[in-house]
């Protein structure tokens, strides 16, 4: 199916960042748009790259299409002027469609929830069925953001798979632009997530031996006017490039840098010890990227990754910028609550591979519902709904939502230190601390899935009704699970949810 996105109504109560002429990465890029290309697929579209890709296309005056595997409301809020496909690329009769009367499509695919295990092979069946699907098309180009290492050391599984996908793409007839870069430091990015929690929960940071390797880190912004820049420049069609900013430093020294910036007084002491996964475990507790992504990240730390061809800055010829001013981007955009993309928009598992509630037609096995009559406008109760979580927290019992977010993370859950996107709005799709948004309406209704470590599966249901002249306020929480244990935790867990969600009613009244 695809549909022409609905223009979009401004949201009075939950203002989602809109991006202003200048904040354009792409706006002094040397290259022109092309005459005459035609319509440009974006693949991985609810990603952290693809997200801010469209967006970038859309304001240079290109057609659109998006291909997601769910369509919330929100992205068609997003991208009012896109066309959107609902397509996985695993699914070659879905890829056909998405792929129709396409001239160039950008491969954004990455399956980092099932790293490190599953994510290779999962992602080499989906570029082989796109590689397939695009020569049926005749599309003309594919432009493919992949990533750096040095071919002369083994590569950890999660960049071997990446370079594997490369390869699998260039099988085919359809010239393949490849663009591979490091890490991306940028504001919603893992590695400037995992960089920053680390400085700022830490006065003493050891350091490894691995974190003496070279590195060179690209800001999220130059990665974006280079994806851009190739699809400008047809002579990159068939090409591979490296990408990195005009700095080559150590794990260590990105730390100490940003350490420098934030003026805290952080110690770096030498550990002899090098075996990872000592460091990626903590490592995941502190910050709010889990050890899935923490552990492919951190492999890659492990070899020098160095940019050794610089070719791409004949094609697409400007400065990028250094770490230092990358990273004070992220802080500022951070602080200005105007975060476009974040790496929790696309893990863990997608928002419409899960079961939905509504799915379940009623059957859900338990539930509890809580309420309360106020006065108060359904307008402002609803925005004080929706700041629950992140810095802010759950208004009351902190500490226990905090408990019960840091047994996840030590079960390897995403865990409540995940936090969200923004302190202030919401969208379908987004991450509430161990929780993502699975409906959004208006001053009525926000439905949260659980995406914690459960014998079952859970949501929670804020909902607003008009009732004699008053609105009713009322959470439920939903419970569905098929075994013993599972029911033992509901009912574990039931005098806790009685405190905790009475109390929460009328916090939320309270600061509406
Ligand atoms: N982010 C970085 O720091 C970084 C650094 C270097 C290179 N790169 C490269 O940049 C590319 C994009 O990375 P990213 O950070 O944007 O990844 P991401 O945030 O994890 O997004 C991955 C995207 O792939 C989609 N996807 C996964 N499996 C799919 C399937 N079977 N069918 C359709 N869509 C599927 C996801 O959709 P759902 O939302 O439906 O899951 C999501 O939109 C990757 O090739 C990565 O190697 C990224």
């Known amino acids: 199916m695809i549909m022409k996105a609905l223009t979009a109504e401004p949201l009075p109560y939950l203002e989602s960042p809109v991006q202003d002429s200048q904040e354009f990465f792409c706006f002094d890029l040397p290259t022109k748009p092309w005459p005459g290309t035609g319509k440009i697929l974006v693949t991985g579209a609810s990603g952290y790259i693809g997200g801010r890709l469209v967006s970038e296309l859309l304001a240079r005056g290109y057609r659109v299409r998006v291909m997601v595997r769910g369509a919330p409301a929100s992205n068609r809020n997003l991208w009012p002027d896109a066309e959107m496909v609902i397509a996985d690329a695993t699914d070659p009769v879905q890829l056909r469609r998405a792929l129709e009367g396409v001239d160039t499509a950008y491969y954004l695919i990455h399956s980092l ?33 992949g990533g750096l290492g040095d071919v002369r050391n083994p590569f950890s599984p999660h960049l071997g798979g990446r370079m594997e996908v490369a390869k699998e793409l260039r099988r085919g007839t359809i010239p393949v632009t490849v663009l591979r870069a490091a890490l991306i430091i940028g504001s919603g990015s893992a590695s400037y997530e995992i960089i920053s929690h680390l400085v700022k929960k830490l006065p003493i940071i050891f350091v490894p031996p691995w974190a003496k390797n070279r590195l060179q880190p690209i800001g999220i912004r130059d990665v974006i006017k280079y994806l851009v820049g190739s699809l400008e420049v047809p002579e990159t069609a068939g090409k591979d490039f490296e990408l990195g900013g005009p700095d080559i430093l150590t794990f260590e020294q990105m730390l100490r840098i940003l350490a420098d910036v934030l003026n805290s007084k952080t110690f770096f002491i030498p550990f002899f010890f090098s075996y990872l996964p000592l460091y990626t475990y903590p490592l995941s507790l502190l910050t709010p990227v889990p050890n899935t992504i923490t552990q492919c990240l951190m492999e890659g730390l492990k070899n020098e990754v160095v940019v050794r061809d610089n070719s791409i800055k004949r094609f697409v010829p400007f400065e990028p910028i250094s770490y230092r001013e990358a990273i004070i981007r992220a802080m500022s955009r951070e602080e200005q609550d105007r975060v476009h993309t974040r790496w929790s928009d696309a893990y863990p598992p997608a928002h419409v591979l899960a079961v939905k509630l509504h799915e379940l037609h009623g059957q859900v096995a338990y539930g509890a519902r809580y309420s309360l009559l106020t006065p108060k406008g359904s307008a402002d109760l609803f925005r004080s709904i929706c700041r629950i979580g992140g810095k802010e927290g759950w208004f009351h019992g902190n500490w226990m939502w905090r408990t019960r977010g840091m047994l996840d993370r030590i079960l390897l859950g995403v865990g409540s230190i995940r936090g969200r996107k923004s302190p202030t709005y919401l969208e379908i799709n987004d991450v509430v601390d161990f929780w993502r948004v699975e409906d959004l309406k208006q001053a009525e209704r926000l439905l949260l899935r659980a995406e914690m470590k459960l014998p079952g599966m859970a949501w929670l249901e804020f909902h607003i009704r008009e009732e004699e002249g008053q609105q009713r306020l009322s959470v439920v929480a939903y419970y569905d699970t098929h075994t013993l244990f599972g029911r033992i935790y509901w009912y574990l867990f039931l005098p806790f949810h009685h405190f905790l969600f009475k109390n929460l009613l009328k916090e939320i009244e309270k600061r509406s």
């Open 113 to 145: 929830r099932l790293c490190p295990k599953d994510a290779p092979s999962s992602d080499l069946k989906a570029a082989s069925a796109f590689r397939t699907a695009a020569e049926e098309k005749q599309i003309k180009r594919i432009i493919y953001l």
